[in-house]
C-alpha cells in the first residue's frame, strides 16, 4: 500500500513558476516509477510526466516539453514536479501517480494503481 500526498500548487501569472512535491508513504515508493497527470475542468485526466524509480528516465507529454521537469529524492520519498514558463492552459488539478507500471514511459490512467488527492494550479492571463 502507497499513500501519496501533493503539495505546492497555487496562482500564478502567465510565464511564472511552480514546483509541485509528491510525498509519499509506503515501502515500495524508492523501487517505483511514478507519474505526473492533470486534470481540467470538463476535460479527462492526462499524462503530464513520468520517472524511472532511480531518477535515470523521464517521459514527458509534448504539451509540457521543455517547460516542466520531473525529478524525484527516494530518500525523502518525494517526487516533484517543476514548472516553468507556465500558461493559462496549464490551469489543472496536478496528480501523482504510482503502483502498476513498472517502468517510466507515456501513461494512460491504467499505469496508475495509487493516487494522491490532487493540487490545485491556477495560471491567469
Known amino acids: 500500500q502507497v499513500q501519496l500526498v501533493e503539495s505546492g500548487g497555487g496562482l500564478v501569472h502567465t510565464g511564472g513558476s511552480l514546483r509541485l512535491s509528491c510525498v509519499a508513504s509506503?515501502?515500495?515508493?524508492?523501487?517505483?516509477?511514478v507519474g505526473w497527470f492533470r486534470q481540467a475542468p470538463g476535460k479527462e485526466r492526462e499524462f503530464v510526466a513520468s520517472?524511472?524509480?532511480?531518477?535515470?528516465?523521464?517521459y514527458y507529454a509534448d504539451s509540457v516539453k521543455g517547460r516542466f521537469t520531473i525529478s524525484r529524492d527516494n530518500a525523502k520519498n518525494t517526487v516533484y514536479l517543476q514548472m516553468n514558463s507556465l500558461k493559462p492552459e496549464d490551469t489543472a488539478v496536478y496528480y501523482c501517480?504510482?503502483?502498476?507500471?513498472?517502468?517510466?514511459?507515456?501513461?494512460?490512467?491504467?499505469?496508475?494503481?495509487?493516487w494522491g488527492q490532487g493540487t490545485q494550479v491556477t495560471v491567469s492571463s
Open positions: 501517480g504510482t503502483g502498476r507500471a513498472v517502468r517510466a514511459g507515456t501513461w494512460d490512467m491504467r499505469d496508475v494503481r495509487y
Open positions: 520517472i524511472s524509480w532511480n531518477g535515470g528516465t523521464s
Open positions: 509506503g515501502h515500495t515508493f524508492s523501487s517505483s516509477a
